[in-house]
């Protein structure tokens, strides 16, 4: 829950960056948000399997972290 929120508050922090320096969002911006975007939810996956593998070997979750 506190990946997605971490993820949303990112993009709110790019956009409203873009806002106050009154920048333009041109195709190589746009692509480096999807791509740090990406990033975090590719982590996020990541994170998950790893607790998830920790688990069903018996050791408690947070070893995977």
């Known amino acids: ?7 949303w508050v990112y993009i709110y922090l790019i956009l ?6 009154e920048g333009v969002v041109r195709l190589g ?3 480096g948000v ?3 975007v990406g990033m975090g939810v590719e982590g996020k ?3 998950y399997e ?6 069903r070997v018996g050791r408690w979750g ?4």
Do not use: A, D, S, T
Request: proline share 0%; hydrophobic share 60%; glycine share 18%.
């Open 50 to 55: 790893r607790v998830k593998e920790e688990m």
């Open 16 to 21: 409203v960056i873009f806002r106050v320096m």
């Open 1 to 7: 829950m506190i990946g997605w929120i971490r993820l």
């Open 29 to 31: 911006g746009m692509g």
């Open 45 to 47: 996956i990541l994170r």
């Open 62 to 65: 947070g070893w995977g972290v």
């Open 34 to 36: 999807i791509v740090g």
